[in-house]
């Protein structure tokens, strides 16, 4: 069964550091790899995918992504933070044949400190 | 193109009632699916609608039920609530292939 880690429950940082967090991911072949961002109280929004190609993701917001198949990963970054970043980040893949599904993470929870 | 929406935003119900929770997808849009989010469970696949047939299915008991009209719309219906169903209910939309699901704002559920 497809399943999605992502080890820091909560992070903070200060405004205009950098910010990586961490998604692994267990599958049997390479997913459809996703990472949404949900503020309180509001829906998710997506940040950014991977489905094949360069393995360096660009995405909204000043996001990044790397995908690394050795390491069934798939990391988020940002050089600089910014105050409006606080939020929830949730990584998920989806199955690339069959009805779409996605699994989540459980989840990052990010703090800005000023 | 106008995003998901979803109705109602929020909803309070007693225990045993059953409630209707409504999906409008973006426009084109022939893929709906439903998610269950807990601080507990976090985010719960529930099932995925596509041209008004269920394509999968989640782990949830059979008072969890779906349907999408021909138009796309979807209705997610739970039947005998319990406290334990008090969650936000997302929906999220799609082309049906294998690409990017776009989710509404969600319907926060509360059941006493």
């Known amino acids: 069964a497809q399943s999605v880690t992502q080890p820091d429950i909560h992070i903070t940082v200060s405004e205009g550091a950098s910010l990586e967090l961490r998604c692994n991911y267990s599958?049997?072949?390479?997913?459809?790899l996703f990472w949404y961002v949900q503020s309180p109280g509001q829906g998710l929004q997506l940040l950014l995918k991977?489905?094949?190609?360069?393995?360096l993701v660009q995405g909204i917001k000043g996001f990044e992504a790397e995908f690394k198949r050795s390491q069934s990963s798939f990391n988020l970054r940002k050089p600089s933070v910014h105050w409006s970043d606080a939020a929830e980040y949730f990584c998920a893949v989806a199955q690339r044949q069959g009805a779409q599904k996605l699994v989540f993470g459980q989840g990052t929870r990010l703090t800005i400190n000023p | 193109k106008a995003g998901v929406t979803q109705t109602p935003r929020y909803l309070i119900k007693t225990r045993g009632q059953q409630v209707t929770l409504s999906c409008s997808p973006i426009s084109g849009h022939r893929s709906v699916s439903w998610y269950q989010q807990t601080p507990g469970q976090g985010l719960q696949f529930l099932f995925e609608y596509f041209s008004e047939t269920q394509r999968n299915k989640g782990n949830f008991p059979g008072r969890f039920s779906g349907r999408q009209f021909s138009n796309s719309r979807s209705e997610m219906n739970v039947s005998t609530l319990e406290l334990g169903d008090s969650a936000l209910y997302l929906c999220a939309s799609g082309s049906g292939a294998q690409e990017t699901q776009y989710f509404g704002p969600g319907t926060r559920l509360l059941v006493l």
């Open positions: 599958y049997g072949a390479t997913p459809y």
């Open positions: 991977y489905f094949s190609g360069d393995t």
